[in-house]
């Protein structure tokens, strides 16, 4: 059996490793200055934070891919003779990403002798890679779809996310922090930390900090329950700051220093509504 898998960018998959797997990428729809773009590779990310650094407020929207857009990525699979389709999505609790590829997979059943799986991944970023990682695996092994799925859905609560951010000024530009509460959090310099709850996959603060530094050992003591469980994977995701990256790579490294670790830029999915300067810490207990 043919198996072939899709999934979107908000996943912050690297497109180059989508390319060399044929890993079809459904992009998220970016707006600002009255423009609409798509995230896929022929947009400049450089320029893209650049803005950042060069206005007091950039004001970004995103969107999610439409159904017709996974409906096209499913068709490419189907025309190069795959029987079954996996696509892993950015949580349903976060966006509405899930939703167009549940429609999608509807349709492109209706028109083929195929099936579509549509796996939430419940969280964002790289925690959806470590899925389709997963799922290349499985396949290598000539593991049943059934079983690829049933495993990348129990991975999936193995993911956990953590992100701390420099400002509340994005949140509050996006509607997603009351006035008060921006004003209360910027009178006294806090900067939010947020976790990604497991039921519904939803973003939840869950603490302040008032350094950038102090915040990032807080999400890995949030993460490792202060030394009492570890990883055995990380993934540092952040909004064009390596330099931040680095460090919350010492941190793990001062306690686990053999664990694999990687780094990566988010795209749009987190930095429209983090800014720059946030970071994510997504942490696989496999």
Do not use: W
Not at 256 to 271: G, K, L, N, Y
């Amino acid at each position: 059996m043919k198996i072939g898998l899709v999934t979107d960018s908000a996943s912050d998959i690297s497109f180059e490793f989508a390319n060399k797997h044929n890993i079809k990428i459904a992009p998220l729809h970016i707006s600002f200055d009255g423009e609409e773009y798509r995230e896929d590779e022929s947009f400049d990310f450089d320029t893209y934070y650049q803005n950042f650094e060069n206005r007091d407020l950039f004001k970004v929207n995103t969107a999610q891919p439409s159904p017709g857009e996974f409906l096209e990525k499913y068709q490419e699979l189907v025309d190069e003779g795959h029987d079954y389709i996996i696509c892993a999505t950015i949580s349903s609790g976060l966006s509405g990403t899930y939703n167009s590829a549940v429609m999608a997979s509807r349709q492109v059943m209706e028109d083929h002798d195929i099936q579509v799986a549509v796996v939430d991944s419940k969280s964002a970023s790289v925690s959806v890679v470590y899925l389709i990682e997963l799922a290349l695996k499985m396949i290598d092994d000539h593991a049943e779809p059934e079983e690829i799925v049933a495993a990348m859905e129990k991975r999936a609560q193995k993911v956990e996310t953590y992100l701390v951010l420099p400002t509340l000024k994005y949140l509050r530009a996006g509607g997603r922090v009351s006035m008060p509460k921006f004003l209360l959090g910027r009178l006294f310099g806090l900067k939010p930390i947020t976790y990604v709850e497991k039921t519904e996959g939803k973003n939840e603060a869950i603490a302040t900090t008032r350094n950038m530094e102090n915040g990032l050992q807080k999400i890995y003591n949030f993460t490792t329950d202060k030394g009492t469980k570890f990883a055995n994977h990380y993934s540092i995701t952040h909004t064009n700051d390596e330099e931040l990256a680095k460090k919350m790579v010492a941190i793990i490294r001062a306690n686990q220093p053999d664990v694999e670790i990687r780094i990566t830029r988010a795209r749009s999915s987190i930095s429209a509504h983090a800014g720059p300067g946030a970071v994510a810490l997504i942490s696989l207990f496999d």
